[in-house]
């Protein structure tokens, strides 16, 4: 008896099957997008630049405190520890603007952070332009040097002692760079424009690229260098094998960067002519994942991504430190991390200019060459 009600319960009887009702059909809507709704007015965005600024903030003021804390009485400032890669680039950089033939009289230094490559230019570059008038034996200029930077912090992190002439600082961000009233005072005013890799940072990258132009004059030049997409490909592909290893999925723990062969036409959609792309991978080697990522704190560049995670759990960390280890680990027992630079070089376009021919205006065949 106890079975049979058991089943009862479980399995229901043929009567009580074909009493109940059929289902009605239900007609399925989908979601789709007003033919009469207009086009965004506003470019997508990826990054939390507020965010962004407060993270630099926050590494400068760690950085100091550890310095007051410390009782090493080193000479070196305790804010320029993580500078490394910044000074690196920033003399890579360095050595393309002083190749150009006629030196600029005018520079500002976009995202630029503390100014690394202002300091390291008025190094290489003499701070006095021979001036044009008649007067030259006995009369110079002096040249002109901005830094744009959105983060206060950085902005004045190092004091004017520090450059070879103080330049002139403003915050503004450098998506929306012509909306700073100091700024929009200086369209078709500057013959340089340089950034020594914060544009990264820049979700509408194209629209920062066309506001830098704006800015130049005509014939004027801008020369740059961001960080491109193999960028600590180490650390983004063993943080997606641990995630997805305990998680059962990965999320974005590295921004996305400039792809090498998108540069060119970034340059060209932003109206630069001449433009010339080159690519330099930089590897340095660190104890472990935990040198690396407290380095990249330091720096203030953290994730800064949209809707990003916030935390990495301990056993995620774990994992990636040990595959890390395995798939990229030296000899030695140390990790490299790759930075790979894209350095971007483009023209305003200018009377001066060499112009390609018309089509059919040659006076030589190939025939006759070949």
């Known amino acids: 008896m106890i079975r049979t009600s058991i089943l009862r319960a479980v399995r229901p009887t043929a009567r009580s099957i074909t009493s109940i009702p059929p289902l009605a059909f239900i007609p399925r809507s989908y979601a789709t997008l007003s033919p009469h709704t207009p086009p965004p007015t506003t470019p997508y965005e990826v990054f939390d630049e507020p965010s962004k600024d407060r993270q630099k903030g926050r590494a400068i003021a760690r950085l100091r405190e550890a310095g007051n804390s410390s009782q090493s009485h080193s000479a070196e400032n305790p804010v320029k520890v993580v500078d490394y890669i910044r000074e690196e680039i920033a003399e890579r950089l360095a050595e393309r603007i002083e190749d150009l033939r006629i030196p600029p009289s005018s520079i500002l230094e976009l995202a630029g952070h503390s100014g690394q490559l202002t300091q390291i230019l008025q190094e290489v570059i003499a701070d006095e332009v021979p001036s044009s008038s008649d007067q030259q034996d006995t009369q110079t200029e002096r040249r002109k040097w901005w830094i744009v930077e959105s983060s206060k912090e950085a902005l004045h992190?190092?004091?004017?002692?520090?450059?070879?002439?103080?330049?002139?600082?403003?915050?503004?961000s450098a998506?929306?760079?012509?909306?700073?009233?100091?700024?929009?005072?200086?369209?078709?005013?500057?013959?340089?424009?340089?950034?020594?890799?914060?544009?990264?940072?820049?979700?509408?990258?194209?629209?920062a690229l066309t506001q830098i132009r704006h800015l130049l004059k005509p014939d004027g030049v801008f020369v740059g260098a961001v960080l491109g997409g193999d960028t600590l490909f180490e650390l983004r592909t063993s943080l997606q094998l641990a995630e997805q290893e305990r998680r059962g999925g990965i999320a974005n723990r590295v921004s996305p960067m400039i792809?090498?062969?998108?540069?060119?036409?970034?340059?060209?959609?932003?109206?630069?002519?001449?433009?010339?792309?080159?690519?330099?991978?930089?590897?340095?080697?660190?104890?472990?994942i935990w040198e690396l990522m407290s380095d990249l704190r330091d720096m203030g560049e953290s994730n800064a991504i949209l809707g990003r995670r916030a935390h990495?759990?301990?056993?995620?960390?774990?994992?990636?430190?040990?595959?890390?280890?395995?798939?990229?680990?030296?000899?030695?027992?140390?990790?490299?991390?790759?930075?790979?630079?894209?350095?971007?070089?483009?023209?305003?376009?200018?009377?001066?200019?060499?112009?390609?021919?018309?089509?059919?205006?040659?006076?030589?065949?190939?025939?006759?060459?070949?």
């Open 157 to 172: 992190r190092d004091d004017d002692s520090l450059f070879a002439s103080p330049p002139t600082r403003i915050q503004a």
């Open 175 to 207: 998506s929306k760079l012509l909306e700073h009233p100091e700024i929009e005072k200086l369209r078709e005013q500057v013959e340089a424009v340089v950034s020594g890799g914060g544009l990264h940072w820049v979700g509408d990258i194209v629209g």
């Open 259 to 288: 792809n090498p062969t998108d540069a060119p036409s970034l340059l060209n959609r932003a109206g630069f002519t001449l433009t010339t792309i080159d690519v330099e991978d930089m590897t340095i080697n660190y104890p472990s």
């Open 312 to 370: 990495i759990s301990r056993d995620v960390l774990l994992a990636a430190d040990a595959i890390y280890k395995e798939l990229y680990g030296n000899e030695d027992g140390s990790v490299p991390a790759t930075f790979q630079i894209i350095f971007l070089i483009g023209w305003k376009p200018g009377p001066n200019q060499p112009q390609a021919l018309e089509r059919g205006s040659a006076t030589t065949s190939l025939k006759d060459v070949l």
